[in-house]
């Protein structure tokens, strides 16, 4: 059974920062691709980042420079760090594993239940 636990969302003020992270748990033989997502009131969900097996990232132009995705292997685990954190950016975050292998060789997309962060004054 695969687990996926997701936390760091909060209240922050413009300009400030937040760190997410989101593990994947149980019967897992790989993880391929990592990202995060988010929506906001109205909107539809948009891609922040996402990270690939090897390294290579990709970004959102609105988060270019501010945001930063990253991965731990051994841990199963995808970070967002957020830094410079504008109003705009307040919306759900959900993080996604769209390719995991498990120990029983099915590949399986994977979805975080969603944190919220809040951009305000």
């Known amino acids: 059974q695969v687990q996926l636990v997701e936390s760091g969302g909060g209240l922050v003020q413009p300009g400030g920062s937040l760190r997410l992270s989101c593990a994947v748990t149980?019967?897992?033989?790989?993880?391929?691709?990592m990202g995060w997502y988010r929506q906001a009131p109205g909107k539809q969900r948009e891609l922040v980042a996402d990270?690939?097996?090897?390294?290579?990232?990709n970004y959102a132009d609105s988060v270019k420079g501010r945001f930063t995705i990253s991965r731990d292997n051994a841990k199963n685990t995808v970070y967002l760090q957020m830094n410079s954190l504008k109003p705009e950016d307040t919306a759900v975050y959900y993080c996604?594993?769209?390719?995991?292998?498990?120990?029983?060789?099915?590949?399986?997309?994977?979805w975080g239940q969603g944190t919220q962060v809040t951009v305000s004054s």
């Open positions: 996604n594993f769209p390719s995991v292998i498990d120990n029983s060789g099915g590949e399986y997309d994977y």
């Open positions: 149980g019967s897992i033989f790989s993880v391929n691709a």
């Open positions: 990270i690939t097996s090897g390294g290579s990232t």
